[in-house]
């Protein structure tokens, strides 16, 4: 089943400058979809309308088959405890004035959803590899690996059904990245995930199915290993070529 999609999706700021032209994109129940694209290709904006920020100017967003209507106020709630969303700065994402137990606690709140949020809280914090002990500190005790898992913490809390994340790796180093990756294909198990990057290499470890997109139009779409593999269009094929491959024979003396 096809749990959000967006469908022949334009978007223009005006009449001169527009940043999508009619992109279309599916994620199923359960699936990993790796969004892809150089700086500038519309991947921000399109992740903006995925999470219903903004309005296409022609096409649709839709959520379980159904146009999203972000005027509808009931729908809109259903839709954002379905669709949650990780950013790319773990520095910039969480208050330093509220508890690491506010942070997370925060969607419970906003969303109005009924519960034992304490209780939640400890247990979206066990699910990334936190001690729920840390629910009483503030976010500058942490390190960037550990702010972004208090983030992915905040965004599965109120159980969500789709995870958007917004290179959400690229402010990490090496190691703690590649931990999160496996935290993010832990998730996966359990819950559909948009990925949004610039990395080829993680989208190639979390993803099945990946979209490429350049300057604001789809120019190839399909399983991640099917496209890296033999990748049709010219821009993937530049993309593809320009990853850090390490020589087997080791470097020239």
Known sequence: MTLLALDDATYAYDARRTVLHGVSLEIGEGEAVGLVGESGSGKTTMLRL??????????????????????????????????????????????????????????????????????????????????????????????????QRIAIARAVVCGPRLLLADEALSALDLTTRIRILDLLAELGTRISILFVSHDIGAVAALCRRIVILERGRVVEAGPTAAVLANPSHPYTQRLLASVPRLDPEGPSR
């Not at 309005?55 to 088959?65: C, D, L, Q």
């Not at 379905?82 to 925060?106: C, K, M, N, T």
């Open 50 to 147: 995925a999470l219903g920020l903004a309005r296409p100017t022609t096409g649709a967003v839709r959520f379980e088959g159904a146009a999203l209507d972000t005027r509808d106020r009931r729908r809109m709630r259903q839709f954002r405890q379905s669709v949650q969303a990780v950013f790319q700065d773990p520095y910039a994402s969480l208050d330093p004035r509220q508890r690491v137990g506010a942070i997370v606690a925060e969607p419970l709140r906003s969303l109005r959803i009924a519960g034992d949020h304490p209780s939640m809280v400890a247990n979206a914090l066990r699910a990334v590899g936190l001690d729920p002990e840390i629910a009483g500190r503030y976010p500058h005790q942490f390190s960037g690996g550990q702010r």
